[in-house]
């Protein structure tokens, strides 16, 4: 599996900031699994357009689209507004989670 050095950075913000142990463990363990690549911009992506279309995206996907890879993702909102664009990527759409091991963790406070 590859991943953008953009994405790669991204995700592992996310995970030091929420992550729990158990979830920074988890990414480190993919960290290991993955070849993270230089990010490439296309020349074409740079007309996509929209309020759903931001750098990051055309990167992560112009990236996915040079080696020819399936692009994993939960950003069903660029796929669509891309794909009404005329723009088609190899994608494998998942469902959005969110990090909640550090939430279980912290205590919670009733007021009175």
């Known amino acids: 599996m590859i991943c953008t050095q953009t994405a790669w950075t991204k995700f592992e913000g996310i995970v030091n900031i929420i992550g729990g142990e158990n979830e920074k463990s988890r990414a480190a363990e993919l960290q290991r699994r993955l070849r993270i690549v230089q990010d490439e911009l296309p020349?074409?992506?740079?007309?996509?357009?929209?309020?759903k279309i931001q750098d990051i995206h055309?990167?992560?996907?112009?990236?996915?689209?040079?080696?020819?890879?399936?692009?994993?993702?939960?950003?069903?909102?660029?796929?669509?507004?891309?794909?009404?664009q005329g723009f088609k990527f190899a994608t494998f759409v998942h469902p959005g989670r969110a990090l909640t091991e550090r939430k279980r963790e912290l205590p919670i406070h009733q007021s009175n």
């Open 43 to 51: 020349q074409h992506l740079k007309q996509l357009k929209g309020p």
């Open 58 to 84: 055309r990167i992560i996907f112009g990236t996915g689209e040079l080696y020819k890879a399936v692009t994993t993702t939960a950003n069903i909102s660029f796929v669509r507004s891309a794909e009404q």
